[in-house]
């Protein structure tokens, strides 16, 4: 036994038998990462190109960030606008039925699990344009009621961003023991409000964050709802500026994925469990 296990008073747990060499995991991450870089390498090449005369310079760039609210490219401002909303009602719509739904079925009723499993992963299978299809009729009488505004996709979008949401949250949910906390918060007199907002969520925040983060970076890249809906987005605002002005509209597209890329590495910050060893102190009082 090594000195973890006689520190601990149990076995170290077994290596993975088929985990890849260190080189190997090199080569996969590194090829990886040339599909991701090449085209976006290219990208960046092509916002910079000064035309026909050849060089590049940053003049493009710097005229997009130039004009400000109040330049030629204020539609696609208004359209960022309305996918940043868009966004955050779709979470919050998510997470305020998704959440107390999955602690319910996990506290009273175990054996749903199976059911809403298969619910919520559904739509990752259904084509958006089928969805599209199936939600028309629907949304004409949305749009009698309550207007057609673009808010209104948020409703759409919580059914797309459905099975995301649900995998980071249920993942959390599988490692906290659920049930002991809300006995244990019950049997000191706390209520279902208290026992919900001030055990239970704590306890699921990354999950619950990762699945928020992911649903912002999916409503963001959405296109085909919008468009067949006839809503503007950011997506749908960047076709109609690539017919004018190709460049601005791949520099627009570099920043939306820089922002995606910024919320998965947040997702990875939340993600990572970090682990600090305990010391006991010694019979002689030295650490």
């Known amino acids: 036994m090594n000195r973890s296990e006689l520190s601990s008073g149990r076995p170290a747990a077994p290596a993975v038998a088929h985990a890849p060499s260190r080189p190997v995991r090199t080569a996969i991450l590194g090829v990886i990462g040339l599909v991701f870089a090449v085209p976006i390498v290219a990208m960046v090449e092509f916002t910079l190109r000064k035309g026909l005369g050849g060089g590049h310079d940053f003049s493009?760039?710097?005229?997009?960030?130039?004009?400000?609210?109040?330049?030629?490219y204020r539609p696609v401002l208004t359209a960022l606008g309305n996918s940043v909303g868009l966004a955050?009602?779709?979470?919050?719509?998510?997470?305020?039925?998704?959440?107390?739904t999955l602690l319910l079925v996990h506290l009273r009723f175990p054996r749903l699990r199976r059911l809403i499993e298969f619910v919520c992963i559904l739509p990752i299978s259904i084509p958006a344009i089928v969805l599209v299809v199936g939600l028309a009729p629907v949304y004409s009488v949305i749009a009698g009621i309550?207007?057609?505004?673009?808010?209104t996709l948020a409703f759409a979008y919580g059914i797309t961003v459905l099975p995301f949401a649900y995998r980071a949250i249920q993942s959390n949910l599988d490692g906290v023991d659920v049930r002991t906390l809300s006995e244990a918060a019950r049997t000191l007199g706390a209520g279902w409000g208290s026992v919900l907002l001030?055990?239970?969520?704590p306890n699921l925040r990354r999950g619950i964050l990762a699945g928020a983060f992911i649903a912002i970076a999916v409503v963001l890249g959405e296109f085909t709802i919008a468009s067949l809906l006839n809503r503007i987005t950011l997506q749908t605002a960047l076709v109609v500026v690539s017919k004018a002005d190709p460049y601005t509209a791949v520099i627009l597209s570099?920043?939306?994925?820089?922002?995606?890329?910024?919320?998965?590495?947040?997702?990875?910050?939340?993600?990572?469990?970090?682990t600090r060893?305990?010391?006991?102190?010694?019979?002689?009082g030295q650490p």
Not at 88 to 100: A, D
């Open 254 to 274: 570099l920043l939306a994925l820089g922002f995606a890329f910024v919320l998965l590495l947040v997702i990875g910050r939340l993600g990572a469990v970090r």
């Open 198 to 201: 001030r055990v239970l969520v």
């Open 277 to 284: 060893p305990v010391r006991r102190p010694t019979p002689g």
């Open 146 to 151: 309550v207007g057609s505004g673009v808010w």
């Open 88 to 100: 955050l009602g779709t979470v919050l719509i998510v997470l305020l039925l998704l959440v107390p």
């Open 60 to 72: 493009r760039w710097s005229a997009l960030f130039a004009g400000g609210a109040s330049g030629q």
